[in-house]
């Protein structure tokens, strides 16, 4: 499974949009990426997925440039309430026939009043 | 609420003794897994089952481990002869089985300190 990269941490303000950059460099042409978030004494929570160019729902974009070797969480105008570590996580999802999920470390995200 | 429920929410033992959690996994869900998380990093996959069947554990699972599903529905997680290592947020998830790249559904988690 290819690994990634993420800051440790970030600080915004609320209303502000933010970006998360993750690396992986080692992607394989059959991986996708996926986002998730989590807050303190939850479990994650899916956020986005995506395998190449721009993927936006209702929470999150996420943008993939070709070469894929990187890719970019943007969550619009934060709130107190988006305060939480995101996780980039890479992989094709059907190891033997399931999704094992590996975790990072993940990006702690601090918003600010 | 993901509609994956775990008990208990939190567990505080003393070093040798067994303890036992469980998952209640959103009903229609094939596919469970158990994941070990400790402070400041992000979690570990522990076990994985497709209905009742254990198809895959980590080396992380320890003979000190032990998980069941026994009827494909809910799932316990037994540790014998606890350490102070194993003190750490216990999550389960579970996703629908039968398709790639499936979100998965994570409780709450249990924490457990071992004192």
């Known amino acids: 499974l290819a690994k990634t990269t993420q800051p440790i941490s970030m600080d915004s303000y609320e209303g502000q949009e933010v970006n998360i950059t993750c690396s992986h460099n080692n992607i394989a042409t059959n991986d996708y990426i996926t986002w998730y978030q989590q807050f303190p004494s939850q479990g994650p929570r899916f956020i986005i997925q995506g395998y190449k160019t721009k993927v936006t729902n209702e929470v999150a974009s996420l943008f993939i440039p070709a070469d894929r070797k990187s890719s970019t969480l943007s969550l619009p105008r934060v709130s107190l309430s988006d305060t939480a570590v995101y996780y980039c996580?890479?992989?094709?999802?059907?190891?033997?026939?399931?999704?094992?999920?590996?975790f990072g470390a993940g990006t702690r995200l601090a918003v600010h009043p | 609420d993901t509609g994956v429920s775990q008990d208990p929410r939190h567990k505080i033992t003393k070093r040798g003794q067994n303890v036992t959690f469980r998952c209640d996994p959103i009903s229609e869900h094939n596919r469970l897994y158990w994941y070990r998380q400790t402070l400041g990093q992000g979690p570990e996959f522990l076990t994985y089952?497709?209905?009742?069947?254990?198809?895959?554990k980590s080396r992380l699972l320890s003979d000190r481990f032990s998980a069941e599903r026994p009827k494909g529905s809910f799932s316990t997680l037994e540790i014998q002869r606890t350490e102070q290592g194993d003190s750490a947020m216990y999550l389960c998830?579970?996703?629908?089985?039968?398709?790639?790249?499936?979100?998965?559904?994570f409780g709450p988690g249990t924490r457990l300190l071992v004192l």
């Open positions: 089952f497709q209905n009742e069947a254990q198809l895959e």
């Open positions: 998830a579970s996703s629908p089985g039968g398709g790639q790249r499936e979100t998965q559904y």
């Open positions: 996580l890479v992989g094709d999802g059907f190891s033997g026939g399931y999704n094992k999920l590996i």
